[in-house]
């Protein structure tokens, strides 16, 4: 891949960091870009080794560990904080990821490994 190709990345991860607590789809990235989602889906699993919109879902998951260990809001709140439609999809996910469900890692105060997935 080009030094534009990379750029373009570059910039699609600035607007997803930027964006976590806001919705956000293919669509939106693809258009702010000036590509279309296909060749930016394309371009992006090329350069990350993941789809996009898997990369936004990990990165909203990762960060929203903050809320778990520095406040007290609900997982409900959290998880729409972090734009996922239903509580449930956001225990399930945050499972998946970590290998254990939100309320259990706050309790716990666990230290888990954050990877680029």
């Known amino acids: 891949m080009g030094n534009a190709s990379r750029a373009l990345i570059e910039e699609a991860v600035n607007m997803i960091e930027s964006s ?5 789809t293919l669509d939106d990235v693809s258009g702010r870009l ?3 989602k296909y060749h930016l889906h394309r371009l992006f699993r090329s350069l990350t080794g993941q789809p996009l919109m898997s990369y936004v879902r990990g990165r909203r998951l990762s960060s929203s560990i903050t809320e778990l260990l520095e406040t007290d809001l609900k997982i409900i709140d959290i998880a729409e904080e972090y734009q996922f439609e239903y509580e449930q999809s956001y225990q399930r996910a945050f499972k998946r990821r970590f290998g254990l469900p939100p309320t259990e890692f706050r309790r716990k105060r666990m230290e888990i490994s954050i ?3």
């Open 115 to 117: 990877d680029q997935r």
């Open 20 to 24: 976590l607590k806001e919705p956000l």
């Open 34 to 36: 000036h590509l279309s």
